[in-house]
Nanobody
Framework: QVQLVESGGDLVQAGGSLRLDCAASGSTFSINAMGWYRQAPGKQRELVATISSGGGTRYADSVKGRFTISRDNAKNTVYLQMNSLKPEDTAVYYC??????????????WGQGTQVTVSS
């Protein structure tokens, strides 16, 4: 059982920056990856960035070079540093944690989301 709490969403002008935080609690020892997803009105939820327990990262092409995902294991927190924000980045951003229950078996948990609005 994992609980995720996101924070950091805000209204920002195009070209600005925001940092999103996701604090995990509960059975955090079972987490092998965490990530950020986003969902804009009328669109499907999409992957933004993920980071594995080993530190490997992956990014959506649309944010590559602008966003950076990182983690602080001592605080059980992952971050999404968003720079050069564009109006197209406007969405609700959700934190996700992937847990390994046993070999070959995984489950996931979601936070409630934080709103990011980028004005032009």
């Amino acid at each position: 059982q994992v609980q995720l709490v996101e924070s950091g969403g805000d209204l920002v002008q195009a070209g600005g920056s925001l940092r999103l935080d996701c604090a995990a609690s509960g059975s955090t020892f079972s987490i092998n990856a965490m990530g950020w997803y986003r969902q804009a009105p009328g669109k499907q939820r999409e992957l933004v960035a993920t980071i594995s327990s080993g530190g490997g990262t992956r990014y959506a092409d649309s944010v590559k070079g602008r966003f950076t995902i990182s983690r602080d294991n001592a605080k059980n927190t992952v971050y999404l540093q968003m720079n050069s924000l564009k109006p197209e980045d406007t969405a609700v951003y959700y934190c996700n944690a992937r847990l390994q229950l046993r070999v070959g078996v995984f489950t996931g948990y979601w936070g409630q989301g934080t709103q990011v609005t980028v004005s032009s």
